[in-house]
């Protein structure tokens, strides 16, 4: 049964483990924060947060541990290295809401079973970029058992305004690579168009107002319209990380017979290597223009 109040543990204080945090605390949620860099932690203290200062201390009175990294290199030190997972209370749920690939995660459902069969583990990658984290309108696809499901409920409908359980543990890191791989072409389509228009002599405006509100253009697409309008490339979601989950997809679906996606990915590592992957996916336009 879920426990009258649920305690949280965010392990990893980036663009997205900050926002999920900051929504857990407005939603009154007691959590604990933790980041290896503690002084992106400390601000939290003011916010009504725990700092712990190690990843193991972080969870040791908590019922719900989420980790929320870089990838799975990151994940396996928090877990293993650092001591997260022999730390973890009986019966608490661990969260992996970083998108780090199906291999990777059955390689960590396949440890727990063998070290912690006493932690409900559960695979729940998130779609939604920094301003959907912080108003926290995520969506959640959780996979995991059925035990796990009530305890967590508080949580996600704090970080997520939709959660979708698709599966057994696997499924939602497998939902997860189809979602990007479905925003990394709709972010290639805007950067070709815009840059094709603005080649063609169009202005950005023009072409926004030609298509908003039409079958063509999604309120997704059009807030990119808007950004590159206004030249903000500041990182929603950084190339970078874009670039790594279609790497992730491309391990599954291969290149030969994904080409096209594989072609994106050559141009977006490119990109990367001119110096632009800290910038929003969104910066693809300004180098196809240039």
Do not use: C
């Amino acid at each position: 049964m879920a426990k009258a109040t649920t305690r949280l543990a965010v392990l990893g204080l980036g663009t997205m483990g900050r926002a999920m945090a900051g929504s857990a605390l407005r939603a009154g949620i007691p959590t604990v924060v933790w980041n290896r860099d503690n002084a992106v932690a400390r601000p939290f203290a003011e916010r009504g947060a725990k700092v712990a200062l190690t990843a193991a201390d972080a969870v040791l009175e908590v019922d719900v541990a989420i980790t929320m990294v870089t990838d799975a290199k990151a994940v396996m030190s928090i877990a293993v290295d650092l001591g997260m997972l022999a730390a973890l209370q009986t019966d608490a749920v661990w969260a992996q809401m970083s998108t780090i690939g199906v291999e990777a995660t059955e390689a960590i459902a396949s440890m727990i079973v063998e070290r912690r069969p006493d932690v409900l583990f559960l695979d729940a990658p998130v779609s939604g970029s920094k301003v959907p984290a912080e108003q926290g309108r995520l969506t959640i696809f959780a996979s995991g058992p059925e035990e796990a499901r009530q305890r967590v409920e508080p949580v996600f409908a704090a970080i997520g305004e939709r959660t979708v359980w698709v599966g057994p543990v696997g499924t939602g890191s497998r939902m997860k690579l189809v979602n990007n791989t479905l925003l990394a072409f709709g972010a290639e389509g805007v950067a070709n168009s815009l840059a094709l228009a603005r080649r063609l002599g169009l202005e950005t405006r023009g072409v926004l107002d030609a298509f908003d509100g039409g079958p063509l253009m999604s309120p997704w697409e059009a807030g990119k319209f808007r950004r590159i309008e206004a030249g903000d490339y500041s990182p929603e979601f950084p190339l970078a990380l874009a670039l790594k989950d279609v790497h992730l997809a491309l391990e599954h679906g291969g290149p030969e017979r994904f080409a096209v996606l594989a072609s994106l990915a050559q141009e977006w590592e490119q990109i990367v290597e001119q110096g632009f992957g800290d910038e929003d996916v969104t910066v693809v336009t300004r180098v196809l223009e240039s």
